[in-house]
């Protein structure tokens, strides 16, 4: 089925119900919605485009955005969203990667970008015309058709392209009112995280429920914005990297707000420390959802929903704070070997099938056969399953760091160094080392002491993982989706 079919449902449903929002301003119900993207599809059709044709979305959060993803989707196109803050090179591998045959971008992005097809600023006159002529009805779609190329964020070289099905997504958005959280039509998707990742898949689920889309009028993510929004608005949902998270908490005590108009903050996409949920929840209330995925299952793997967030009252509430919650409905999620599975408490890599789950990259069967095991997608997360489900995600295997010939997890080592009140951020990696193999290394953003911080450590985590030596920066280096680049922080050490 084309997801496209949900908006061509709830236009009948509740046409002069508000469905996109710039701002605080309405900028079209669903009926204008519908007949906008329905228009960019007959324009896509009548340019030669045919099923499955891929077009590129080089583009700032706008409601442009929802109507770009709807019409090609109506069209039987593929979506390739790029995330806005890549340098037009980046996005330009990625278009040619993708064989995209048209991007459509907003304006500050059209300027340096060098690309081989047609590229239309969606703020000109040419893509006013696409989305105001004829339309047409939804093509018909096979639930295992691509509709979503998603680009991997390339820490440790070139990204790869998901190959995202309208199955995979419908599968992921049904998951959401069962393991996530409600929707109805009162509520509104807040878009503060780029709609290219995660909360672009989260559109899918608030077009069927009828719920409105506010893009803030800044483009990108300012939490004095995004509180103001949500005040004005009311019962205002949005998906935050947990650094988004401790922002727009930060900003919020400053104002001495506690988010009014804030129903549902989903948290995930990167580490959330113990320290800092709770802090947060302590602050806000129980508003708070987690969610662990990958592109390669997206959104979709666990959940730990707000009443087990905002818990303190059981007894291995912080244990389970600590975790990501357990399977969502659509898949299985086991822990492996490479030799088998797991049990119950053992480390070892996080696995999970299901209909959200990936067949394979886009033009790359060398990375698919690593990634894919008998119908079994190997994440790369080292993790453990308790007796009750619960997921706690020990690190990236890649990020393991063996010193002596002990294995250490630096997430562990993270943990224990952010429950000191004078630390902010923090990065652990491995630094070679000729007598050990690895010494323990902690990037700290915070004023303290390497001796303050040594004393803390020894009194939360086993001596030989206390670090080494400690490099104090002003700030830790992050991709564009907010996930801090230990490569960068390693290849100090060169």
Same mark, same amino acid.
């Given at each position: 089925?084309?997801?496209?079919?949900?908006?061509?449902?709830?236009?009948?449903?509740?046409?002069?119900?508000?469905?996109?929002?710039?701002?605080?301003?309405?900028?079209?119900? +669903?009926?204008?919605?519908?007949?906008?993207?329905?228009?960019?599809?007959?324009?896509?059709?009548?340019?030669?485009?045919?099923?499955?044709?891929?077009?590129?979305?080089?583009?700032?959060?706008?409601?442009?955005?929802?109507?770009?993803?709807?019409?090609?989707?109506?069209?039987?196109?593929?979506?390739?969203?790029?995330?806005?803050?890549?340098?037009?090179?980046?996005?330009?591998?990625?278009?040619?990667?993708?064989?995209?045959?048209?991007?459509?971008?907003?304006?500050?992005?059209?300027?340096?970008?060098?690309?081989?097809?047609?590229?239309?600023?969606?703020?000109?006159?040419?893509?006013?015309?696409?989305?105001?002529?004829?339309?047409?009805?939804?093509?018909?779609?096979?639930?295992?058709?691509?509709?979503?190329?998603?680009?991997?964020?390339?820490?440790?070289?070139?990204?790869?392209?998901?190959?995202?099905?309208?199955?995979?997504?419908?599968?992921?958005?049904?998951?959401?009112?069962?393991?996530?959280?409600?929707?109805?039509?009162?509520?509104?998707?807040? +878009?503060?995280?780029?709609?290219?990742?995660?909360?672009?898949?989260?559109?899918?689920?608030?077009?069927?429920?009828?719920?409105?889309?506010?893009?803030?009028?800044?483009?990108? +993510?300012?939490?004095?914005?995004?509180?103001?929004?949500?005040?004005?608005?009311?019962?205002?949902?949005?998906?935050?990297?947990?650094?988004?998270?401790?922002?727009?908490?930060?900003?919020?005590?400053?104002?001495?707000?506690?988010?009014?108009?804030?129903?549902?903050?989903?948290?995930?996409?990167?580490?959330?420390?113990?320290?800092?949920?709770?802090?947060?929840?302590?602050?806000?209330?129980?508003?708070?959802?987690?969610?662990?995925?990958?592109?390669?299952?997206?959104?979709?793997?666990?959940?730990?929903?707000?009443?087990?967030?905002? /818990?303190?009252?059981?007894?291995?509430?912080?244990?389970?704070?600590?975790?990501?919650?357990?399977?969502?409905?659509?898949?299985?999620?086991?822990?492996?070997?490479?030799?088998?599975?797991?049990?119950?408490?053992?480390?070892?890599?996080?696995?999970?099938?299901?209909?959200?789950?990936?067949?394979?990259?886009?033009?790359?069967?060398?990375?698919?056969?690593?990634?894919?095991?008998?119908?079994?997608?190997?994440?790369? /997360?080292?993790?453990?399953?308790?007796?009750?489900?619960?997921?706690?995600?020990?690190?990236?295997?890649?990020?393991?760091?063996?010193?002596?010939?002990?294995?250490?997890?630096?997430?562990?080592?993270?943990?224990?160094?952010?429950?000191?009140?004078?630390?902010?951020?923090?990065?652990?990696?491995?630094?070679?080392?000729?007598?050990?193999?690895?010494?323990?290394?902690?990037?700290?953003?915070?004023?303290?002491?390497?001796?303050?911080?040594?004393?803390?450590?020894?009194?939360?985590?086993?001596?030989?993982?206390?670090?080494?030596?400690?490099?104090?920066?002003?700030?830790?280096?992050?991709?564009?989706?907010?996930?801090?680049?230990?490569?960068?922080?390693?290849?100090?050490?060169?």
């Amino acid at each position: 089925m084309n997801l496209a079919l949900w908006l061509e449902r709830q236009a009948v449903a509740a046409a002069d119900a508000p469905a996109i929002l710039l701002g605080d301003q309405v900028v079209a119900d +669903y009926a204008g919605f519908y007949r906008r993207a329905a228009s960019l599809a007959r324009a896509l059709v009548t340019r030669g485009g045919t099923p499955g044709d891929r077009v590129a979305l080089f583009m700032k959060n706008c409601p442009e955005y929802l109507i770009a993803f709807y019409g090609v989707w109506m069209a039987g196109g593929v979506v390739v969203p790029i995330n806005a803050k890549l340098h037009p090179k980046e996005a330009a591998w990625i278009i040619k990667d993708s064989g995209a045959g048209l991007v459509l971008v907003t304006h500050d992005h059209g300027t340096d970008l060098r690309v081989d097809c047609p590229v239309i600023d969606v703020g000109g006159a040419a893509f006013a015309q696409m989305t105001t002529g004829d339309g047409m009805t939804c093509l018909a779609r096979a639930s295992g058709d691509l509709c979503w190329l998603f680009y991997t964020s390339g820490t440790t070289g070139r990204p790869k392209g998901v190959r995202i099905t309208h199955g995979m997504v419908m599968a992921a958005s049904l998951a959401y009112p069962l393991d996530v959280d409600d929707v109805s039509a009162k509520d509104a998707a807040l +878009y503060a995280a780029p709609m290219s990742h995660g909360a672009g898949l989260y559109m899918s689920i608030h077009v069927r429920r009828g719920a409105a889309h506010i893009c803030p009028a800044s483009g990108g +993510y300012d939490a004095g914005e995004v509180l103001d929004l949500a005040a004005g608005h009311g019962s205002v949902s949005m998906f935050l990297a947990p650094t988004m998270v401790r922002r727009l908490q930060d900003v919020a005590k400053a104002r001495g707000s506690r988010g009014d108009g804030i129903k549902t903050v989903v948290y995930g996409g990167g580490p959330m420390y113990l320290a800092d949920i709770t802090e947060a929840v302590d602050w806000f209330g129980p508003k708070f959802v987690q969610i662990y995925g990958q592109g390669e299952c997206p959104m979709a793997i666990t959940a730990l929903p707000r009443d087990e967030v905002a /818990d303190r009252t059981h007894l291995r509430w912080r244990e389970r704070l600590g975790s990501v919650g357990r399977a969502q409905s659509v898949v299985e999620v086991a822990i492996g070997n490479g030799y088998g599975f797991l049990p119950a408490g053992e480390a070892g890599e996080i696995m999970v099938r299901g209909a959200p789950v990936m067949e394979g990259y886009w033009n790359n069967p060398e990375a698919t056969a690593c990634a894919m095991r008998d119908g079994w997608l190997m994440t790369g /997360d080292i993790g453990r399953l308790d007796s009750d489900g619960y997921l706690t995600l020990v690190d990236r295997s890649k990020d393991l760091i063996i010193s002596g010939g002990s294995n250490i997890y630096p997430r562990e080592v993270e943990e224990a160094l952010l429950l000191h009140p004078d630390v902010r951020e923090v990065s652990v990696v491995g630094r070679p080392s000729a007598e050990w193999g690895e010494d323990v290394v902690a990037f700290v953003v915070g004023d303290v002491t390497p001796e303050a911080l040594d004393a803390h450590c020894l009194a939360h985590v086993a001596r030989f993982k206390r670090p080494k030596a400690y490099v104090f920066v002003p700030e830790l280096p992050k991709n564009n989706y907010g996930k801090v680049l230990k490569t960068e922080l390693r290849a100090r050490f060169d």
